[in-house]
């Protein structure tokens, strides 16, 4: 899953990231609250993990922002107030959960785990784009009612994609979308992937270009 941690203590930072990346996890970070809400629009994050104490905008701002905008990502808010009424405004707000520092690494992984397994039982498992359809669940791929034969590393690159339909994905992002690579995995292999994995979803009506210096788009064919 793919987290966007904004904290502006950088030995935090370092410690929070590294115990989120230990579980395979991919995490963004970022010191300040103006650029979260764009960021969130523009790419498919599974969790905000939100400090209150930021420089400009604080964390409780952000969340506003964040939850004006109709952005359904899970919310845990990281901070040092412990108050009754500060935990209340933040939920509020629209925070999801609330973890009080310092906190236990083991305590936020969890946290993290159970706020992102919640909200993804909450939407569907499947994902539809033309005639290409996937059942996340089953872990199973279609165009119309025909299956489609995937490897692992197809099977973990089409889903990715399929959640990021019409924005264009960095090959970077891409190779951490498999844990069926071994790390630091060659662009020429993410290159046969994709190219594999394009040839057998064109039929559904859809078109995976590539975006000449910045990625891949995944799109329905006009």
Request: hydrophobic share 45%; glycine share 8%; net charge negative.
């Amino acid at each position: 899953m793919r987290i966007l941690l904004v904290e502006d203590d950088e030995h935090l930072v370092e410690t929070t990231a590294r115990a989120l990346r230990s579980q395979g996890w991919v995490v963004d970070c970022t010191a300040r609250g103006e650029p979260v809400a764009r960021s969130l629009r523009e790419d498919a994050y599974d969790l905000l993990i939100l400090d209150i104490g930021l420089a400009g905008i604080d964390g409780f701002e952000t969340l506003r922002r964040v939850r004006a905008e109709g952005l359904p990502v899970p919310v845990l808010i990281l901070t040092a107030r412990d108050a009754v009424e500060d935990r209340v405004r933040g939920l509020e707000g629209g925070a999801d959960d609330y973890l009080v520092k310092p906190f236990a690494l083991t305590e936020l992984v969890a946290r993290a785990r159970a706020l992102v397994r919640r909200s993804q039982a909450r939407t569907s498992n499947q994902l539809h784009l033309a005639r290409l359809r996937i059942d996340q669940e089953a872990r199973r791929a279609y165009i119309g009612d025909e299956p489609l034969a995937l490897s692992a590393r197809e099977w973990d690159v089409l889903g990715f994609l399929m959640a990021r339909a019409g924005k264009v994905v960095p090959k970077e992002h891409i190779a951490l979308a498999s844990n069926a690579w071994d790390q630091g995995v060659s662009d020429n292999a993410i290159e046969v992937c994709l190219s594999r994995l394009r040839a057998k979803i064109e039929p559904g009506g859809v078109q995976l270009r590539t975006v000449r210096g910045l990625g891949y788009l995944l799109e329905e064919v006009a």
